[in-house]
C-alpha cells in the first residue's frame, strides 16, 4: 500500500534542505514533491499555459527553472495559476496531478487538487492557508513502513511541521 507523507516548511532554504536529506536518504526524485508560491516571477521560471484543469488550475510546462539547491533536483517543475490565491510552482508528481484531469471530488482549485493527492479535505484547507501564507508543501512518496518512518524522521528532525500522512487515491498513484 502507497502512503504520501506530507509536511508544512516556512522557507525555501530549509526546504531544500530536507530534500537533500530525502535524496540521501534514498528516496528518489519521482517520488519527493513541492508547491511552493512562485518569488521569481516569470523571468526565472518559463512556461506556456497550455493545460487547463476544469476546476481552474492552468499549468505550464517548464521550459527551465531557477530554483535554488536541491529543489532543482526534483522533476517535472512548472508553474500554475491558482485562481484566487496567485502563482505557485510545482515539482514532482504532484504537477502532473495538479494539472491534469485528476482534479476531483467537486472542490476545485488547490484543494480539489490536494484532495485528489490523496489528502482528507479538512488537512487540504490548513494546507492551502499554509501556502497562501508563503509556506511550501513537501510530500514524499512511500513503500513501506520503514519509508514511512524515514520521511517523517527527517521531516520533523530537520524543522517541518504539520507533518501527516494519507493513503494515496489511485488518482495520485497513477501519476508516477
Known amino acids: 500500500m502507497s502512503e504520501a507523507v506530507f509536511c508544512i516548511v516556512p ?17 528518489h526524485t519521482k517520488d519527493v514533491s513541492a508547491l511552493l508560491p512562485d518569488a521569481y516571477g516569470s523571468q526565472n521560471v518559463a512556461y506556456s499555459n497550455n493545460t487547463k ?6 499549468a505550464g510546462t517548464s521550459t527551465g527553472a531557477m530554483l535554488g539547491g536541491a529543489l532543482g533536483w526534483l522533476t ?16 514532482g508528481p504532484i504537477m502532473a496531478l495538479l494539472s491534469g484531469a485528476a482534479i476531483g471530488g467537486g472542490v476545485g482549485g488547490l484543494v480539489g ?4 493527492w490523496g489528502i482528507p479535505e479538512y488537512e487540504a484547507r490548513r494546507y492551502e492557508t499554509d501556502l497562501r501564507e508563503g ?13 514511512i518512518k524515514k520521511a517523517e524522521a527527517i521531516f520533523k528532525d530537520l524543522g517541518a511541521h504539520d507533518i501527516k500522512r494519507s493513503i494515496e487515491s489511485r488518482a495520485a498513484t497513477t501519476v508516477h
Open 11 to 27: 522557507t525555501e532554504e530549509r526546504a531544500s534542505v530536507i530534500v537533500d536529506a530525502l535524496k540521501l536518504a534514498g528516496f
Open 53 to 58: 484543469a476544469a476546476e481552474g488550475i492552468s
Open 76 to 91: 517535472g517543475i512548472g508553474a500554475l495559476a491558482v485562481p484566487g490565491l496567485g502563482a505557485f510552482i510545482a515539482a
Open 113 to 116: 487538487g490536494l484532495i485528489g
Open 135 to 147: 509556506n511550501i508543501l513537501l510530500s514524499v512518496h512511500t513503500r513501506t513502513v520503514e519509508e
